[in-house]
């Protein structure tokens, strides 16, 4: 069973940037921890801040919200560390998130080809709509066919 | 959902590095890769001064046999403030001498994280991985990518036509004693 058809495309986790919501489905999420110290390195790509230790790992840390709501986060209450790709690959990342993350159930809408590149799915929460984040097309280092759409899930087929 | 332990390797490797400071930043190599340490002053009679417009991290030679060692500074190649170096590495097995700052320490590694996908330019090369030290993460810097095959056919002609320049020079003045 590949990834995609694991994921459960109506459990999603909801995280703030800035003023807006986004949404992840939570099949990516690991955790969320406190901003630790950030270590810098000599690098080029300019997206990435640094990297974090987490449990032995060294995790790059990727401020979306640039792309997203076009600033870069003055506040980090916490770092949402989430898998770009399929189970089995070690590829995380941490996001910088400004408030609080809720774990919520909700139907996806799936994109459609005029959204955005980085928009997997769309979800209605507490009468607001939000982008579910394909992380694949946010974040550097991923090619265009490693992308990781969010499914929603299809009736099985009978016959 | 958590991580998985990431403490999951049978048999610890050890691997001795030199611990290295170039524009204030600490990067690793492994001592094996370093046949030589000098001084920048005890090459300084030495090395020929070389300005190839494309490869601006490389201001001097040395001349070994038929060979060029090209002096690549560190700062200049990871995009740092440029600083000036006070010591060189020569790398084995490469015709590279990397100017550096300082040496910080030997110690020993025992686990290289290989870089994550997201590091996705010119750090791919230069970069064996990162290794964590002291609660610190440190670039592991690979000898082979200071130097592209490219860089290394720019500098070989500079230096070719300068050599050349050179020999010129000398028979005129020995034509004119």
Redesign the interface.
């Known amino acids: 069973m590949s990834w995609m058809e694991q994921l459960d495309g109506r459990s999603c986790v909801l995280l703030r940037l800035g003023d807006r919501r986004f949404a992840l489905a939570a099949?990516q999420?690991?955790?969320l921890v406190s901003p630790s110290r950030m270590?810098r390195?000599?690098?080029?790509?300019p997206?990435?801040d640094g990297?974090i230790?987490?449990?032995?790992?060294?995790?790059?840390v990727?401020d979306v919200a640039e792309k997203l709501v076009g600033k870069r986060l003055t506040s980090r209450r916490y770092y949402l560390?989430s898998r770009?790709r399929p189970e089995g690959t070690a590829?995380?990342?941490a996001l910088p998130v400004s408030g609080d993350c809720e774990l919520i159930h909700a139907d996806l809408t799936p994109a459609s080809p005029s959204d955005s590149p980085h928009v997997a799915a769309w979800l209605s929460h507490a009468g607001e709509v939000i982008e579910v984040l394909n992380l694949a097309a946010l974040?550097?280092?991923?090619g265009p066919a490693e992308s990781m759409a969010v499914e929603t899930p299809k009736p099985e087929a009978n016959g | 959902m958590r991580f998985e332990s990431a403490h999951k390797t049978p048999a610890v490797r050890t691997e001795q590095i030199i611990l290295f400071r170039s524009s204030n930043q600490v990067f690793a190599i492994s001592s094996a890769s370093v046949q030589e340490v000098r001084s920048v002053d005890s090459l300084a009679g030495m090395s020929l001064a070389i300005d190839e417009a494309s490869v601006p991290k490389v201001r001097h030679l040395l001349r070994r046999g038929e060979q060029s060692v090209y002096m690549v500074n560190a700062a200049l190649h990871f995009g740092l403030r440029p600083s000036a170096g006070a010591l060189i590495f020569l790398l084995r097995k490469t015709r590279v001498g990397l100017l550096i700052d300082g040496i910080e320490k030997m110690t020993t590694m025992t686990r290289l994280q290989a870089l994550s996908p997201a590091f996705c330019h010119e750090e791919r090369l230069w970069y064996r991985g990162l290794t964590v030290l002291d609660q610190n993460v440190i670039p592991v810097v690979n000898p082979q990518g200071f130097l592209s095959e490219d860089e290394l056919q720019h500098l070989d002609a500079a230096v070719g036509a300068l050599l050349e320049a050179q020999a010129a020079s000398t028979a005129e003045i020995g034509l004119t004693q």
């Not at chain 1, 390195?41 to 790509?45: D, E, G, I």
């Not at chain 1, 230790?53 to 790059?60: D, F, S, W």
């Open positions: 099949d999420v690991s955790e270590f390195f000599a690098h080029a790509t997206e990435i990297v230790l987490r449990r032995g790992r060294v995790v790059p990727c560390i770009r590829d995380w990342i974040t550097p280092g991923t």
